[in-house]
Nanobody
Framework: QLQLVESGGGLVQPGGSLRLSCAAS????????IGWFRQAPGKEREGVAC????????NYADSVKGRFTIARDNAKNTMYLQMNSLKPEDTAVYYC???????????????????WGQGTQVTVSS
């Protein structure tokens, strides 16, 4: 069974950067679409950034466009989320998730993804 483990979260000042990683084990990600999602207290989980299995198509939430970059390294079975110019409103628990590309119809919609990591806390505060 696919397992996903996030790392890289933490406390950062506004304007700072963090890079989240999500390592997959037991199953290769070659034919999976992947995504990063976040959930702040009292809010619904939202799609932040997603990338298709070939790596040629990405989707970003409007709130993070130009600041966040999603990437995947299939050789390392790992996905990344580079977050720059962080704002207090980026504070949330961040999750990585995957779904077989053949089963995905709506990229970056959380209900479409069926394997999830445990989440990593990102706090942006001075």
């Amino acid at each position: 069974q696919l397992q996903l483990v996030e790392s890289g979260g933490g406390l950062v000042q506004p304007g700072g950067s963090l890079r989240l990683s999500c390592a997959a084990s037991l199953v290769t990600l070659d034919y999976f679409d992947i995504g990063w999602f976040r959930q702040a207290p009292g809010k619904e989980r939202e799609g932040v950034a997603c990338i298709n299995w070939r790596g040629g198509s990405t989707n970003y939430a409007d709130s993070v466009k130009g600041r966040f970059t999603i990437a995947r390294d299939n050789a390392k079975n790992t996905m990344y989320l580079q977050m720059n110019s962080l704002k207090p409103e980026d504070t949330a628990v961040y999750y990585c998730a995957v779904v077989s590309s053949s089963r995905l119809s709506r990229p970056c919609v959380s209900s479409e993804y069926n394997s999830w990591g445990q989440g990593t806390q990102v706090t942006v505060s001075s």
